[in-house]
């Protein structure tokens, strides 16, 4: 019976101890992978501050753009060629028929 007893806890400890140390690497990769994880997360932060500045500024010069006065001379000199071409075809359709 004592036998039984001891092999037993012996088989008991050793399970434990198995278990601990499963448990001990599994951490220390964890540990590891949350700390690549926060590098890469740090990286990702300033690339997308990097992304950030760069929309900016191209947000204040399409803001400059739309305030400018030659946007709009464009803008109605275009609609005007427009309108010349689209009469133009107008008048050659109709006068093919």
């Known amino acids: 019976m ?15 101890v198995v278990a601990v140390v499963f448990l001990v690497r599994t951490l220390i990769q964890v540990r590891k992978t949350a700390r690549e994880a926060e590098m890469l997360l740090n990286s990702v932060n300033y690339e997308a501050n ?23 001379v464009g803008t109605a000199a275009s609609s005007i060629v427009g ?15």
């Not at 004592?2 to 434990?16: F, K, P, R």
């Not at 309108?83 to 008048?91: P, W, Y």
């Open 2 to 16: 004592n036998n039984v007893l001891l092999i037993c806890i012996v088989v008991i400890t050793a399970s434990i």
């Open 50 to 72: 990097k992304v950030k500045t760069f929309t900016d500024n191209v947000m204040g010069f399409v803001e400059i753009l739309m305030n400018s006065p030659w946007l709009r």
């Open 83 to 97: 309108g010349i071409f689209t009469a133009l075809k107008r008048k050659k359709a109709a006068s093919e028929k």
